[in-house]
């Protein structure tokens, strides 16, 4: 096995690791947050069992937007990845466990409760963007390389969820324990793979300079945000949905979401390979625009199985565009920005996924599901249309295929 192949293997088993752990805690947070105190405490943010729920989840989140960053420029500045994914997946194992032991020391306030998850989100989601980062330095083709990251990702989110809601059945704090041991491993199993960075060193704010002189990556930045609002709006208002609209129970609504996973995360790495053979453009803007027209479908099923076989179609073509989206950030990016890139790109996925919990549940209960569905389709719909002008102005030598070495390395 050649030795980008290994380390490919390896990166997307450590970037499934990070995101499976992060996805371990959402099924049972209710139930979590009651046992770290959140019903015992008067908190204004623990007012109700929704209301602390939806802190413990923003407080990670927000921690997320306000570090990739830091992490990406420190990476870059100093021309290393692996002492940074060790030194924050080793401290992000520190904070799920430190929140584990909340029930033991106890007389924690729910603010002290935040405090430590924004710690942890700090500290993990650099072990989650420099892993990437990690990836796009690899040979071998970015789409292959960002689809090694999709199928990792996609595989995380749909097998995170089951397993840890059946975690949480034997104990509210074994998902936070599973998940210090999955970042203890991320941090020694980080070792195993060369570290590729670039020996360019910059300044920090030269890196931020650089990035700023490449508009261009607003494309890649603006269609991941868009792509993980959707991916939100399915988690919240999909869920919600197929229960209200076909009576679906829990175990059969996870069945419906499965369809859009499956799809959406086997076919990440042959859907990336194939952006590197045919180009950027066609992955991305075609398959946004069916992308969007798939999600419409879903919205206007008349029946459980219409809408299973439209949430098939919306994975498979998830996966047509999510590979080709990072592989373009990478195409776009100079070599020793990538890690500052990855962090952007992480930065917009992320808002993306908040604003799918706020847009999506905000349009569905002020006018309904089938609006929710029509303007989250549109935005998928219209960010294709709006940017095919910016695609046939790109450098399509550079960004639309494999560079004749990278071709020879596959």
Known sequence: MHSSDRDRAVLAALVFAVLFSQVLLYPGVATLVAALGADATGSAFAATPLDASMWFLVAEF??????????????????????????????????????????????????????????????????????????????????????????????????????????????????????????VFVGIAVSLVEDRTPDERRSARALVDGIRQRPTLSIPFAFGFVDRLTAGFFALVGTLYFQEAFGLDAGTTGL???????????????????SDRIGRTIPIVVGSLCYGGGILLVG?????????????????????????????????ADESERGIAMAGFNLAGSLGFLGGFLLGGTVASSYGYGTAFLVVGGLEIAIAVVTVPLFLRLPLEATDRVRSGDRGDA
């Open 62 to 183: 927000a921690a997320y937007v306000t570090f990739v960053g830091v992490w990406g420029v420190a990476s870059d500045a100093t021309g290393r990845r692996t002492p940074f994914i060790v030194a924050s997946a080793v401290a992000g194992a520190v904070g799920y466990a430190a929140l584990a032991a909340v029930p033991a020391v106890g007389s924690i306030p729910f603010e002290g409760v935040l405090l430590l998850r924004v710690f942890q989100g700090a500290m993990t989601i650099g072990a989650f963007s420099l892993t990437m980062t990690m990836l796009m330095d690899l040979e071998g083709g970015h789409g292959r390389n960002m689809g090694a990251a999709g199928i990792a990702i996609g595989l995380g989110a749909a097998l995170g969820a089951p397993i840890g809601g059946q975690l949480t059945e034997v104990d509210p704090l074994a998902p936070l324990l599973v998940a210090a041991g999955l970042l």
């Open 256 to 274: 419906m979401l499965a369809c859009f996973f499956a799809p959406f995360a086997l076919l990440q790495y042959p859907m990336g390979a194939l």
């Open 300 to 332: 206007a099923s008349p029946s459980v199985a219409t809408a299973a076989i439209a949430m098939v179609g919306v994975g498979v073509l998830g996966a047509l565009v999510a590979p080709a989206t990072m592989a373009l950030v990478t195409d776009l």
